[in-house]
């Protein structure tokens, strides 16, 4: 959780892309997270049309419901007040800090550095 924090994510490759989009606050990124915080149930129900859709063609939808589940996941965040007293136009900083400060820990923890 602290390489979360600092945006150094291990070493390697895929350790300086990670850190280098963790340090970026390009304006794409509050925009996604205010949109997915306000509207994610709604997302997620597109989404699993999108994944009913995928399935009737004959192909498993793992990233059309894997989207579904994380938007139902952020909304969830946003209604429990995870995100609250972020102000008018937070930084996506500000969107990671609040769901970083509430969650537990992950299955995954040990794994990052």
């Known amino acids: 959780m602290d390489g979360l924090r ?3 994510i291990g070493d390697g490759e895929v350790g ?8 970026c606050d390009a304006p794409w990124g509050s925009y996604f997270f205010s949109r997915v915080a306000q509207h994610g149930r709604r997302r997620a129900e597109e989404m699993r049309e999108a994944a009913r859709t995928v399935r009737v ?6 990233m059309a419901a894997a989207i579904a589940d994380k938007h139902d996941w952020m909304a969830a965040q946003a209604g429990a007040g995870q ?3 972020l102000g008018a136009a937070p930084p996506r ?5 609040g769901l970083l400060n509430h969650r537990g820990p992950a299955a ?3 794994t990052v550095p």
């Open 108 to 110: 995954n923890d040990d």
């Open 6 to 8: 600092s945006g150094v």
């Open 16 to 23: 300086r892309v990670f850190s280098a989009a963790l340090q």
């Open 57 to 62: 063609a004959g192909f498993e939808p793992f």
């Open 93 to 97: 900083q500000a969107f990671v800090d």
């Open 83 to 85: 995100l609250r007293g």
